[in-house]
């Protein structure tokens, strides 16, 4: 049976995803049932990916929007940590490999992989992943850090899945990737908007979802004075990216009638951002928003004032929207809406908590490259550095940190991969990028201007917080670079 033959598509991945997240609560409050939902996910992926390993995709990307840290699911199995995002990549990369013996490594390598324009460069990123694990161990890195600090570059082996399913993209193929796309975005959106309202009305089981949150790792919720709260969940990344994805396609359309379905969509899209109360999702939305405008609309000033107009409308009605859900009167209104939750965002004063720990870890991490600048540290590498965060000082009330983790990104994979490994992922994006730009200036193609945007935007955040170095910017990257090229593979 073809899954997207079924009736009522939408409604039947989105009845899908909503049953995957009811379990998820369910199984973090009986936790003898992760093991087996574990299972359940990996045949159930494996099997759907042997039939079409396209089909598999698609559910690690609705696994990527939905799952944040990817750990819907997990359980320990011989003192080995398992996830529900490990469960649906392993069972890709075995169907993958079952493809190519069935098919021949020849014929795969001449027909499919050779043919991918990136290989090279991706290569490259690859072998200086591999050394960087090398090095962690031979430099004498914990183990366990080398394993925990790595593990998530074994991510962008499910480009070698995407090439094999996306050899010959078609228009039916770009359909079924937006659509579970778009339902899983809705879903990311509603949940957001569930959530504010249950932490701004304290409702009943408000002690159980928090419970959840934290413990799945699906994101942080605040308190931020006034019975406001910070929900942010690190897949809200995709937000803006698919805000973009609305708003650029649509500037070329030439109704004069209002798009009153574009503006509300591109609202809810701005209130998942709003509540993330995340600086760096606000900075780089605005940078690669101005960038694009740059890039698209010189000598065009109606689509500038046109995506302006959009904006301006979709915004307005996003406070609105964030109003009526946090005010509503029934049953225990709670947030009372004050400036001083916003104002302390935007706090960027190195008094400020998380300003100051960032700031305070740049000097010593810097120190660190120093030590291997070209070929890095390998994972695992660790800096200590003072912070100003509270919960490092519930543990150690003298600040004194030691981590392997860093906010500063590409300082973070300069120090893993060395200089050399960080010029490897740039030469990467930047391909991207040219590519990208070409074909959005040749034939006025928005879709590409709209994917350059949603590139530009994850850029921008990785200065500051690490997504390109994490499933949810490679797995963005992957599905990019099969479908960007005028020509595909």
Known sequence: MNLFKIKHQYFFVFSLIVLIELLSFAAYFLPQLQLYLLAAAFLAVFFLSLYSLEFGLLAALAELVIGSKGHLFSASFFGLPLSLRLAVWSALMLAACIFVIRRGFRQIW???????????????????IVLAFIRGYVRGNVAGDIFADGNAWFYLGLLFPAIL?????????????????????????????????????????MPDVYLWIRRSGVGEITAMGGGWHRIFIQSQIYAPIAFFLLLWPSLKEKSKKVPYRLIISLAVLLSVIIISMSRSFWLAFAVAAVIMAVLSFKKRIALYLKALAYAAAAFGLSLLLILVIVKFPYPNPQAGLSAAALSARLDFSANEAAVSSRWSLLPNLWQSIGDSVFFGRGFGASVSYFSQDPRVL??????????YAFEWAYLDTWLKLGLFGLLAYFAWLLVLIIDLFKKMQANGNMLSGAILAGLIFLMVVNIFTPYLNHPLGLGFLIFSSCFIKKNPL
Do not use: C, M
């Open 110 to 128: 001449r027909s499919k992989l050779l043919n991918f324009p990136y290989w090279p460069l991706v290569l490259a990123l690859a072998a200086f």
């Open 165 to 205: 399913a996306y050899s010959q993209p078609d228009p039916k193929q770009e359909q079924r990737l937006r659509l579970v796309f778009w339902v899983s975005i809705f879903w990311l959106s509603l949940k957001t908007l569930i959530l504010l309202f249950i932490f701004s009305h304290n409702i009943s089981i």
């Open 394 to 403: 519930s543990l150690n009330p003298s600040g004194w940190y030691t981590t």
